[in-house]
């Protein structure tokens, strides 16, 4: 007689895989998506609002459809995951919503109306470096108008931002749309005697820039130089520029030469835009964006959004190269300290700008284009810091309890009358007795339990516990209060009156 081992397999080694999550990846419990959710729904709400239309791509296009991040090399895996199918085509997983949008426009351009707006939301994926709140899976939440040559375009995302900003609960002075053109930045370039067609350098340093948000002005310049050693030791290599012009592209960035007021005091976008042009001289580049920006500014001030809600930064960069005329950036400003004390910075959470020449990759035509992404992740960390969308509002399940296994078909009939009446109910499926059973609903943050042992069978009736009334009963001190409460906290109702005993109980803790 063979003697088996009730273990479970194991490989030719005898090891089992460890239980681990890969690098750059997280886990989302049932209170985030709940208030991931909730936020998501709201953003939806504006974007309709402003006559967006939802669309949906496949997580996976050919590598060549996205396009960007494909080093020259034999497997293209350098910021993107990618793979070969059995046709030995290349296969990624998209790092953005934006280059699939291209790809389905170019498909679909006879038969889409011009413009074409969209919105989307869905993960998104970066083989990059993880790291302190960079993930190599995020979501994002993308609007796109595509086939409007118009800066009317860029105004409306600029404000579609603030709207969006102000629904989420998050009051003016709390946040700042902050615009850019990558024109002003091209004309920058060319002012610290960058050539045109050095277009690794000018990348190099555009990146470089666009880590303003978390390095500061110390880590730009080390990146804009020789380079920076993180904090894991490793090492990025910098664009390698002279300390003259280093210091040229900071003073325009970081100089507080740039800003002009009004004579209130009050921040002006006009004038400052009035003084790009003596700090980049005669820039062709740089000439076209302060026209499109100040039309842009015109625009949103006509609309009654002053330049404290939206207003020019020239340090926003947007570190994509696909973009080819103003970029923004919104922030959350409050300062927060966190559970240690330590002061956090909330930074950019909704950002875009415009592409003209993406889907022109598959058409050869130009076709404008300009779009902007919510960072989900990073926008619900920064809404929870402020105390807004915790998620942790939904009640449990009421929990129907099993006293006698022989009457599950009872119990199970129970929890098909709550549920018929739209009520959120479960039966106990493990094995367990009524102690655990109790704790078990405790833990699923239950608001009551379901109690019906053969004494309450034979008089038709089922016991209802109230568990968040229970928990509060051993802090009253008055016996009378505490028997009074007590009677609430459990009580007998009539198998037929099942639906109205729960809903009294729910009705306790309704907002």
Known sequence: MTKTDDKPAQGPDNSRPEARLPKGLQDSSAQEIRATEAML???KTVFERYGFEPLATPAIEYTDAL???LPDQDRPNEGVFSFQDEDEQWLSLRYDLTAPLARYVAENYQTLPKPFRRYQTGPVWRNEKPGPGRFRQFTQFDADTVGAASIAADAELCMLAADTMEALGVPRGDYVVKVNSRKILDGLLEGAGLPADDTKTRLTVLRAID???????DGVRALLGKGRKDDSGDFTKGAGLPEDKIQFICD???????ERFENDGSYSNVNTLVGLSAAL?????????IEDLEELFELVSASGYGSDRIRFDASIVRGLEYYTGPVFETELTPTIKDSRGQTLRLGSVMSGGRYDGLV???TGEQVPATG?????????FGLQLLGKYRGDSAQGPVVVLVFDKDRLADYQRMVQTLRAADIRAELYLGSSGMKAQMKYADKRGSPCVIIQGGDEKARGEVQIKDLVLGATLTKIEDREEYLKKQADAQFPVPEADLVAGVRKVLGRYEA
Not at 211 to 217: F, I, M, S, T, V
């Open 41 to 43: 729904a709201t953003i």
């Open 67 to 69: 396009g960007k991040f």
């Open 211 to 217: 880590k303003y948000d978390r390095l500061g002005e």
């Open 252 to 258: 325009f960035l970081f100089g507080r030469d740039l």
């Open 281 to 289: 001289g005669s820039s062709p580049s740089a000439e076209e964006a």
């Open 360 to 362: 022109a990759r598959f």
């Open 372 to 380: 902007i992404s919510v960072g989900v992740s990073r926008l619900l």
